[in-house]
């Protein structure tokens, strides 16, 4: 009776443990603004990190993604790591080798700021903003399956026929003699016993 109770637990332990692994991360950013000028496009926000899961041998990779149809492209990661995986990616220069922004996780840090730049493409205007966020271990394994999160539409090109300026134009009077004047004063002033 007790190995039949043992198998059933077990097997509602491997059913249990999955799921909750899968449990999504949801991270909403605030202040999100896209912008673009003639050639490039800027974004910034502000990502909430305080939800994140945490240890120090685990890291969070947080990879905003611009998607539209089958074009994508993924911009600079912001990695928001434990303890031991912090001082592990400093020492190897991670950083700057992937090109990513590196925090150190900690209890006051509660949101991170996020900024970056890519050149614009037409495919862009009407795309989609995303945040893939990921959980790495200390071997950078990924520990839970990859989380994306919808924030925004891109639309990066306004519509032509949304404004359409109107001109008004008021004629002169017509003059019958033209005649135009000027008049200038100018004015010496020498005063007596000074020097200036």
Same mark, same amino acid.
């Given at each position: 009776?007790?190995?039949?109770?043992?198998?059933?637990?077990? %097997?509602?332990?491997?059913?249990?443990?999955?799921? %909750?692994?899968?449990?999504?991360?949801? !991270?909403?950013?605030?202040?999100?603004?896209?912008?673009?000028?003639?050639?490039?496009?800027?974004?910034?926000?502000?990502?909430?990190?305080?939800?994140?899961?945490?240890?120090?041998?685990?890291?969070?990779?947080?990879?905003?993604?611009?998607?539209?149809?089958?074009?994508?492209?993924?911009?600079?990661?912001?990695v928001v790591a434990g303890r031991s995986r912090y001082y592990q990616a400093l020492r190897y220069n991670i950083p700057a080798k992937k090109g990513i922004t590196l925090y150190h996780q900690s209890s006051t840090l509660t949101e991170v700021p996020y900024e970056a730049k890519t050149p614009y493409q037409k495919w862009m205007n009407g795309a989609q903003l995303s945040l893939r !966020?990921?959980?790495?271990?200390?071997?950078?394994?990924?520990?839970?399956?990859?989380?994306? !999160?919808?924030?925004?539409?891109?639309?990066?090109?306004?519509?032509?026929?949304?404004?359409?300026?109107?001109?008004?134009?008021? %004629?002169?009077?017509?003059?019958?003699?033209?005649?135009?004047?000027?008049?200038?004063?100018?004015?010496?002033?020498?005063? !007596?016993?000074?020097?200036?």
């Amino acid at each position: 009776m007790n190995k039949i109770l043992l198998n059933i637990i077990s %097997a509602a332990a491997l059913f249990i443990a999955p799921s %909750a692994l899968a449990l999504p991360v949801y !991270v909403q950013p605030k202040d999100v603004k896209v912008e673009k000028t003639e050639s490039t496009v800027y974004v910034s926000t502000q990502i909430p990190v305080s939800d994140l899961k945490r240890g120090t041998t685990r890291e969070a990779w947080i990879t905003p993604i611009i998607k539209n149809g089958s074009d994508s492209l993924e911009l600079p990661a912001v990695v928001v790591a434990g303890r031991s995986r912090y001082y592990q990616a400093l020492r190897y220069n991670i950083p700057a080798k992937k090109g990513i922004t590196l925090y150190h996780q900690s209890s006051t840090l509660t949101e991170v700021p996020y900024e970056a730049k890519t050149p614009y493409q037409k495919w862009m205007n009407g795309a989609q903003l995303s945040l893939r !966020v990921q959980y790495k271990g200390c071997c950078g394994d990924e520990l839970e399956p990859i989380t994306i !999160v919808p924030i925004t539409r891109i639309e990066l090109e306004g519509n032509p026929e949304r404004f359409k300026p109107t001109f008004n134009w008021i %004629a002169p009077q017509a003059e019958a003699v033209k005649q135009r004047e000027l008049r200038g004063q100018a004015y010496i002033d020498f005063p !007596v016993n000074k020097t200036v």
